[in-house]
């Protein structure tokens, strides 16, 4: 692993240029998306692409998400059904990932697609990614920037938290505004199915196509987000808590939960405020634990509703067993 000064690059003009530079020699650079920060580098080349798997020590059978400009560009990388095209229209720019077949002569890295002839595709919203990926002018492969099975960063203090010394730059946009990852879908016989909730309810996308998503078959990992132990504290974590044990850090939820010393993701129980909140307050928690000698984490019951099924989701591989 080559050390690295890592740097952190301004939303400007000249910070945008450096970052499309080091993205061009191979490097690998830290951005925002409306979700959090991804890890990019260049799809097309495998060496800049086996630089993240090294960098976030990343089992190399999970396969990255592609962030392109537009449906255009996603368009010469996937082949479209008429299903995936209409989803796109609906939902892009935004926090929505398509799996789809990737296009013969795609020029994507086969350790994007982790050896699959699929391909996770989005447009994202974030004014800062958007002008990043335009100035590229391809295809830029990015999981979240943080060790692999850790916390998703919000963040470009949390992304050097994990990442310093391990990659080229951090274009630092401030801090992302839905806080949880894309919502991934894939595509079967029978319509659309839901692979990972996220940034978008399953339910807005159930209403756009008028029928209800699918559940997806046990298999193989055939998207990022599916490991069933992810997004972890050092402290084990403890769910739908109504009342923390003296030695558990809690996390509340509405005003009923008030959480250990203001730990609350919403004390208004608002479900968007509680997803952008989500992983930086199980930081705090962490450090907090650490800090007081706490035995776990304890987090209020989050309702399974909207966003809450993609907060549900994260937490729940948060507190799985580890390996």
Not at 14 to 27: D, H, M, N, Q, T
Not at 58 to 84: T, Y
Not at 147 to 157: E, L
Not at 270 to 294: G, Y
Request: glycine letters at 12%; proline letters at 8%; hydrophobic letters at 40%.
């Amino acid at each position: 692993m080559v050390e690295h000064n890592t740097v952190i690059l301004s939303d400007s003009a000249r910070g945008i240029r450096a970052a499309v530079s080091l993205l061009r020699s191979g490097e690998q650079v830290a951005f925002p998306t409306e979700t959090v920060y991804g890890l990019g580098a260049d799809a097309r080349n495998g060496r800049a692409v086996a630089g993240i798997f090294e960098a976030k020590k990343r089992p190399s059978f999970n396969p990255l998400i592609v962030h392109v400009a537009d449906r255009s560009a996603a368009e010469e990388l996937a082949e479209f059904s008429r299903e995936a095209a209409d989803l796109a229209a609906a939902f892009w720019p935004g926090p929505l990932t398509l799996v789809l077949p990737v296009r013969p002569g795609s020029g994507l890295s086969e350790l994007v697609t982790a050896g699959l002839d699929t391909v996770g595709i989005r447009v994202p919203e974030h004014p800062l990614a958007r002008q990043l990926i335009a100035a590229f002018g391809g295809p830029i492969a990015a999981p979240s920037a943080n060790p692999s099975g850790s916390v998703s960063p919000t963040s470009a203090a949390h992304v050097l938290d994990g990442l310093r010394g391990r990659i080229a730059a951090v274009l630092d946009g401030g801090t992302c505004p839905v806080g949880v990852e894309s919502t991934i879908l894939g595509f079967g016989e029978e319509g659309p199915s839901l692979l990972r909730p996220g940034g978008i309810p399953g339910e807005a996308i159930a209403q756009a196509i008028g029928q209800d998503l699918i559940a997806p078959e046990a298999g193989p990992i055939i998207a990022p987000g599916q490991l069933s132990s992810h997004y972890a504290t050092d402290a084990s974590i403890r769910l739908n808590v109504a009342t923390p044990e003296p030695d558990e850090i809690g996390i509340g939820f509405g005003h009923h939960s008030p959480g250990h010393e203001g730990l609350n993701l919403s004390p208004s129980g608002n479900l968007h405020e509680a997803a952008a909140n989500l992983f930086a307050m199980l930081r705090e928690a962490d450090d907090l634990a650490r800090k007081q000698n706490a035995r776990r984490i304890a987090v209020a019951p989050i309702p399974q509703t909207g966003l809450g099924a993609a907060i549900n989701d994260r937490l729940q591989r948060a507190a799985a067993p580890r390996d």
